[in-house]
Each structure stands twice: as C-alpha cells, then as structure tokens.
C-alpha cells in the first residue's frame, strides 16, 4: 500500500507545477540569507525566520534563558503592550509561531498578502524593540515552570530530557531547551533584554519566504525589519565530538508504561555519505510500518503499538535516535530485538528490493512538503538551517536515486555500531527472567 501511494504521488506531482517550484536567492545584506519562491495562486505569504538564538547559547547556570526570551517575543514591542500586540496579529488574522530550538529560534508567520506590511511591522517591532516587562516575565517564568512539573510526570518527556544530558554530557545540547527549575529562576529581567540584543541578530539570520509578494517589496520590507538590528555575531558553538561508551540508564517512575530512548552517532549535514546515512535509517527506522524495527518488535512479536528511529542533525552533532514504549514486563526482551535487528543490520544492510521502496517512497512523498505556501517556506529553510545550496531543493531527489546498495550498505555498518548505542529508559522495568526491579544504575560517563 505504501509503495503505491508513493506511487501515486510521485505522479500527481511530477508536473510543470512541480518542475517550476525553484526559489531564488534574495540579497538583503551580508550574513543574511534568505530563499524566495515566488507564487501568485492564492493570496497568502508564509514567512520563516531563523535566528542564533537557541538553547545551546543557554549561560550553564541559566539554562531556559532562549526558550524565555523566545516565548516573551509577543508579550509587547514598541508602543504596543502585550495585549495590544498580540491584538494586533489576531485582528489581521496572523499566525505566528514561536519555536526555540537547540540551535535556532525559529519564527514562522503566515499572513494574507493584504496584511504583509503589517505583519513585518510587527516582526520588526518584537526584534527591534521587545518590552520584557516585568508582569509578563513572571508570567511567562510560571507557565514554563508549569510545564516543567508536567514534563517530569511524562515517562517519554523524562527519558528524553536525561537522554541528552547523558549522550551529550558537559556540551551545550546537553541540556533541556526549556531549562530546569532552578535555571529559570535565576533569569533576570535584564538577562531576557541582554540575550535578545546579542542573538536577535541579523548576522547568520536565515530566511524563508513563499507566497503572493513580489521580490522588489519583499526585499524592502525584509530590509527595514533586519537592517536595524545588531551585525554582531554571536560566538559560535563548539563541535561535539562523541567519545562515549554507550550504556543504559533507567529512570524509576511508578508508570504502566515505560519508554526508552536509545540513540547512536550520526553524520553531520555536510558529511558526503549523509544522505546513504538518511535512506539507511529509513529503512531500519524511519519508515513507520514498513521498516525492520516495526516488523521485528511489533508486527511479529507484538511487543509494543510503534517503534521509530529519526536521523537528527544539529549545527555541530549528528546523530540517530529512536523510541519505543511498552509494558514494563517487555521492554529488556524489545531492547533485546532492537539489538539483534541492528547488529544484523549493521552486518548485512538493506536489501536491493528495501532500497528500492525507500526510494519510491522519499522521492514520491518529498512534493507534499511543497503543497503549501507554508511548508514550502518551512523546507526552505530546513535546507537553509543545514548549510545546504538552494539547488538542492531540486536535486534532491536525483541525489537520492543516485544512491547504490553498496553506498547505504556502507553508511548502515558505519551507523549502527551498538557498542556506542546509549539507552535510557524513563519508567521502573521488571526483568522476565527474574521478575526483579534491577537497580538504578547509571552510565559511567554519566
């Protein structure tokens, strides 16, 4: 079924429509980058913004410090309050979503073409000249806190959270983006304004923009909405460079069902095998119902409702992660086959007939992400964000067809080498064997 639905799609979209849908580059200044694809069809604009401004600029003691500035962005600007201003984008119908991530803050916008102007005035207004008002730090300082206590009662939120820190350990993507307790206590009012004036910056800034606007118009608004800010960079973030040993760490939690996070170096985005790499991790993870994990953990044994591995890529790490969840009584025998699928995996590959589904399936699947003005805008600068060249938003595909059997066989053996595959387990487990609670026992490095 999924073949052919990939099929299917690999025909509706192979169509001038398809073939037209190359963006162009938009000069507004040095260090900015932005991509245009230009589309009159229906009268609406889709805006996203990446700023370096994520959480692996967090001070080590003030962890949280980007995710709170990135959340205090609508709480006022300029003359407007932060009623007034979030008034102002719900009374043009303006969707902005604020997303802090490890590197980036992200912001993306979608508007009616008619309310552009609009829309970068107060994108301008919130970068330019954010209020941080002490009313809506607290606020805001409380919401987070909030969700903090809701997370540690989350068996996934908790495995994940202490995922990082082990795999990661003293570099800055060690820790939660949402910071912890004692981390945004700390955070003053001053440090919000310091941390927006430094990494609200247009230095490095990525822009994505598709929709009903012309590139002259475009080009003048995006220049008095970025011109005014800082051109100050800020320090880079170091390489991580991973010398782990892997292990398993269980978090006791009185929960029905655990879930453990498991994960493996990857590749970085410029690394020449990356995408082998990619179509590799699909295959034995990525695919939802038809990749090996599912079919060895929950279609023949019935361990657990879904199985996933994603290839994930920051700035400076790479690296392959999964999860699955299952009963407490289950989960030593399913890590058990997550280890005996990848050990045969990493030691035989894919086979020719697996390769070929997955790249009927990535390649056919791929125009979705370009069914909208604000998915177009929102791959656009994924691409951006991974350092790639704007004609890779059409040689994609072809890239990925190019691949041999021989080149994702070599990128599995390299990948999935389990002695430094690091597993945490967020909730109690019972050993089958014995039906004993083994003892909390964390990872060496940890």
Do not use: C
């Not at 657990?304 to 025998?333: K, L, N, P």
């Amino acid at each position: 079924m999924k073949k052919l639905i990939a099929a299917i799609l690999f025909v509706l979209f192979a169509s001038p429509v398809w073939a037209a849908a190359t963006p162009r580059e938009v000069a507004i200044g040095p260090g900015q980058q932005v991509w245009f694809q230009e589309d009159h069809t229906v009268p609406m604009v889709a805006i996203t913004i990446a700023l370096p401004a994520g959480s692996a600029y967090d001070p080590a003691n003030k962890p949280g410090l980007a995710a709170f500035a990135a959340y205090m962005f609508n709480e006022g600007a300029g003359d407007l309050s932060s009623e007034q201003y979030q008034a102002a984008l719900a009374n043009k119908a303006i969707q902005l979503t604020i997303t802090p991530d490890r590197d980036y803050l992200l912001l993306s916008v979608s508007t009616l073409s008619s309310n552009a102007v609009e829309a970068f005035r107060l994108l301008a207004l919130a970068l330019q000249h954010p209020h941080m008002d002490a009313d809506a730090v607290e606020r805001v300082r409380a919401q987070m806190l909030q969700s903090l206590l809701t997370d540690a009662q989350d068996p996934q939120d908790v495995a994940l959270d202490r995922f990082y820190e082990v795999y990661f350990g003293t570099h800055p993507y060690a820790h939660n983006i949402s910071g912890t307790t004692a981390g945004l206590n700390a955070i003053t009012q001053e440090d919000l304004k310091a941390f927006a004036r430094t990494h609200w910056v247009k230095t490095g800034v990525k822009i994505s923009v598709a929709g009903d606007i012309g590139a002259t118009a475009l080009t003048a608004l995006l220049k008095t909405t970025f011109d005014p800010l800082s051109a100050a960079a800020p320090a880079p973030v170091p390489a991580f460079v991973h010398n782990r040993a892997g292990g398993v760490t269980v978090i006791a939690m009185d929960v029905p069902q655990p879930t453990a996070i498991f994960g493996l170096p990857g590749m970085l985005r410029a690394d020449p095998a990356y995408l082998a790499g990619y179509v590799a991790n699909y295959i034995v993870g990525g695919g939802d119902f038809s990749s090996r994990l599912t079919d060895e953990v929950r279609t023949k044994r019935g361990l657990t409702y879904g199985i996933s591995t994603s290839f994930g890529d920051y700035r400076r790490a790479g690296y392959v992660i999964g999860q699955v969840a299952t009963r407490r009584e289950s989960m030593s025998q399913s890590l058990d086959v997550i280890r005996a699928t990848l050990t045969n995996y990493a030691a035989h590959g894919p086979t020719q007939a697996e390769l070929n589904d997955a790249k009927t399936y990535l390649t056919g699947s791929y125009p979705l992400a370009f069914s909208s003005n604000a998915g177009i805008s929102a791959q656009l600068n994924t691409f951006q964000r991974a350092g790639l060249p704007i004609e890779y938003v059409t040689s994609r595909n072809a890239r990925i067809n190019a691949l041999t059997l021989e080149d994702v066989r070599r990128a599995a053996a390299r990948l999935f080498n389990l002695k430094d595959m690091t597993v945490v387990i967020g909730g109690t487990i019972v050993v089958a064997s014995t039906h004993r609670k083994p003892s909390r026992k964390p990872l060496s490095h940890s």
